[in-house]
């Protein structure tokens, strides 16, 4: 059987040789997911902060606070999940749009995508993508969240 590697195999190394560990993962089985990406673009869309801002993974190192949780794509089980999150954010953080999205995206992950940590109370759960998956692709923008008359 051929050995699946994660899409930021090479970074994920080098966080466990400096002693970081990967959480439990577990298999999608067709899990229907959210998560938050910028309308009419595909610019940052879909990948993990320490690839997006590879300093933040610098600075994270040189204060021993890595994690490879920031390697991973941060997910949510459902719609009123994340609204509920970006909500929150949206009230502590002005600029939210510009830093995680201003829309949320929703895609089904299969188990040849990857593998996901186990599902916090409040919905998040973070995604290991494997070499290959490509969630512009299978995610789609449907809600424009940072205008949403909710807030």
């Known amino acids: ?83 509920s999150f970006y909500r929150n954010l949206k009230k502590a953080f002005r600029n939210i749009s510009s830093a995680i999205g201003d829309s949320l995206s929703e895609g089904i992950l299969s188990n040849e995508d990857g593998k996901k940590t186990i599902t916090g109370t409040n919905g998040h759960f973070d995604f290991y993508e494997y070499e290959g998956c490509n969630f512009n692709e299978t995610f789609k923008i449907t809600k424009d969240l940072y205008n949403d008359e909710k807030d």
Do not use: W
């Open 1 to 83: 059987m051929k050995e699946t590697k994660y899409k930021y195999q090479k970074e994920i190394d080098e966080l466990i040789t400096l002693g970081c560990q990967l959480p439990e993962l577990y298999a999608p089985n067709g899990l229907s997911a959210c998560r938050f990406a910028y309308s009419g673009s595909n610019r940052q869309n879909h990948v993990p902060q320490y690839i997006a801002t590879p300093k933040r993974m610098l600075l994270d190192i040189s204060k021993n606070s890595m994690t490879t949780s920031l390697l991973a794509l941060s997910c949510f089980d459902t719609v009123t999940h994340a609204e």
